[in-house]
């Protein structure tokens, strides 16, 4: 299994804050059976410092270089978590952002309880700049989780969507887990992600994807999934099912 996002760097962000919490979270990827990690921490985030791709680069260069870590056979990629904002433009023009592995494909984060007026726009433009946006966890975005539709227009438009394995699995919430199921059976998701941070607080649970009863119907669709992670990390093109809109049942009421 490849893992496109996560924040495994030491002290860049809100994952690890020592090298043994980092060492831990890869060892917990070994035993999931991840075999690659696109290494993705914020950037252009109000709460964290701008994370440009050549220094991401540089820090997995180094990392690869440790023995600890060669040991454990798990391929590291460089990317970004990108929050939506005008400065996207500018950073790509000076190469301060870069798709992940330096493929078409980047991983766009939204503010968590809102869908900014000009997403569609910047969604657009990023298309005709030569890239495709991966809308991260939109099933955590409380206006899309109300209206699932609001995902349908941005895939619609030719975004791509990764959904987070924690809201699969129910950790996060029966609702959240609902909404989830309700995405990939309305074609709206393309890609899995763990979005680990801590070891035991946000850790990889890819695996579980697997042994959560909820989603034995799923486990076809959940492979096709994972396998398009492996895809874009390689910038091969992600063969999409056409998005259904969502149509709330109407109850029948009694008269």
Same mark, same amino acid.
């Given at each position: 299994?490849?893992?496109?996002?996560?924040?495994?760097?030491?002290?860049?962000?809100?994952?690890?804050?020592?090298?043994?919490?980092?060492?831990?979270?890869?060892? !917990?990827?070994? @035993? &999931?059976?991840?075999?690659?990690?696109? /290494?993705?921490?914020?950037? /252009?985030?109000? *709460?964290?410092?701008?994370?440009?791709?050549?220094?991401?680069? !540089?820090?997995?260069?180094? $990392?690869?270089?440790?023995?600890? +870590?060669? &040991?454990?056979? =798990?391929? %590291?990629? #460089?990317?970004?978590?990108?929050?939506?904002n005008g400065q996207?433009? @500018?950073?790509?023009?000076?190469?301060?952002?870069?798709?992940?592995?330096?493929?078409?494909?980047? $991983? =766009?984060?939204?503010?968590?309880?809102? %869908? #900014?007026?000009?997403?569609?726009?910047?969604?657009? *433009? $990023? !298309?005709?700049?030569?890239?495709?946006?991966?809308?991260?966890?939109?099933? *955590?975005?409380?206006?899309?989780?109300?209206?699932?539709?609001?995902?349908?227009? %941005? =895939?619609?438009?030719?975004?791509?969507?990764? +959904?987070?394995?924690?809201?699969?699995?129910?950790?996060?919430?029966?609702?959240?887990?609902?909404?989830?199921? *309700?995405? =990939?059976?309305?074609?709206?998701?393309?890609?899995?992600?763990?979005?680990?941070?801590?070891?035991?607080?946000?850790?990889?649970?890819?695996?579980?994807?697997?042994?959560?009863?909820?989603?034995r119907c799923l486990?076809?669709?959940?492979?096709?999934? $994972?396998?398009?992670?492996? @895809?874009?990390?390689?910038?091969?093109?992600?063969?999409?099912?056409?998005?259904?809109?969502? +149509?709330?049942?109407?109850? %029948?009421?009694?008269?």
């Amino acid at each position: 299994m490849i893992d496109i996002h996560n924040h495994l760097l030491v002290g860049v962000d809100d994952g690890p804050s020592h090298d043994d919490e980092m060492m831990s979270l890869l060892k !917990q990827a070994k @035993e &999931q059976g991840i075999t690659g990690i696109v /290494l993705t921490p914020h950037h /252009l985030h109000p *709460r964290f410092k701008s994370n440009h791709f050549e220094n991401i680069v !540089q820090k997995i260069t180094q $990392l690869k270089q440790r023995e600890d +870590i060669k &040991q454990l056979g =798990i391929e %590291l990629y #460089p990317g970004q978590e990108i929050r939506l904002n005008g400065q996207i433009y @500018e950073d790509i023009e000076k190469g301060r952002i870069c798709g992940i592995n330096s493929s078409q494909y980047l $991983l =766009i984060e939204l503010p968590s309880n809102e %869908l #900014p007026h000009y997403t569609k726009s910047c969604i657009y *433009r $990023l !298309q005709t700049m030569g890239y495709i946006p991966i809308i991260v966890h939109p099933e *955590r975005n409380k206006v899309i989780a109300k209206d699932i539709n609001l995902l349908f227009e %941005l =895939i619609n438009g030719g975004a791509l969507s990764q +959904i987070t394995a924690s809201s699969l699995t129910g950790v996060l919430g029966k609702k959240i887990q609902t909404t989830s199921i *309700r995405m =990939i059976e309305h074609n709206l998701i393309h890609f899995i992600a763990s979005d680990a941070h801590h070891v035991k607080t946000r850790p990889f649970r890819l695996a579980e994807l697997f042994k959560t009863r909820e989603l034995r119907c799923l486990e076809e669709e959940i492979e096709y999934l $994972l396998n398009n992670n492996k @895809e874009m990390i390689n910038n091969k093109v992600i063969k999409t099912k056409r998005p259904i809109k969502y +149509i709330k049942k109407k109850h %029948l009421g009694l008269f």
